[in-house]
C-alpha cells in the first residue's frame, strides 16, 4: 500500500488546514488509519486514529475539540480537518495504515508510512 499525504502549508494562528492521505489500493479500507507528527527535534507523535469503518475515533488531549480525523473508503482516502491551528502544530504530518481494523495510538501498530506534508503555522 503506497499512501501519499497532502494538504499542508503555511498558515496563521487560528486557521483551519485539511490534510488528506489518499491509499494506492483498497487494502486499507479494511484497516484503521492514523495521522502522526514530528516536530523538528522532537520523536513522531501521535495524533488521531479512526477505525476501518470510520465509526470510532482516538485523539492526542492536545488536539481535542479542534482536530476531525474522517474517511472515505470509497475513495480510499482519510482527512485530518485541523480547525484553531497553533504554533504548537506546527510539524511534518504523515498518515499510516495500521496493522488491524480498531484504533491504536501505539506508532509500532502502524504498518505502511505515507512521505508527509508540512504544517507550519505561524504566531
Known amino acids: 500500500v503506497q499512501l501519499q499525504a497532502s494538504g499542508g502549508g503555511l498558515v496563521q494562528t487560528g486557521d483551519s488546514l485539511r490534510l488528506s492521505c489518499a491509499a494506492s489500493r483498497r487494502t486499507s479500507s479494511n484497516n484503521a488509519v492514523g495521522w502522526f507528527r514530528q516536530a523538528p527535534g522532537k520523536e513522531r507523535e501521535f495524533v488521531a486514529s479512526i477505525d476501518w469503518r470510520g465509526g470510532t475515533t482516538s485523539y492526542v488531549d492536545s488536539v481535542k475539540g479542534r482536530f476531525t480525523i474522517s474517511r472515505d473508503n470509497a475513495k480510499n482516502t482519510v482527512y485530518l480537518q485541523m480547525n484553531s491551528l497553533k504554533p504548537e502544530d506546527t510539524a511534518v504530518y504523515y498518515c499510516?495504515?495500521?496493522?488491524?481494523?480498531?484504533?491504536?495510538?501505539?506508532?509500532?501498530?502502524?504498518?505502511?508510512w505515507g512521505q508527509g506534508t508540512l504544517v507550519t503555522v505561524s504566531s
Open positions: 499510516a495504515v495500521a496493522l488491524r481494523s480498531s484504533v491504536t495510538s501505539d506508532v509500532r501498530g502502524y504498518r505502511y
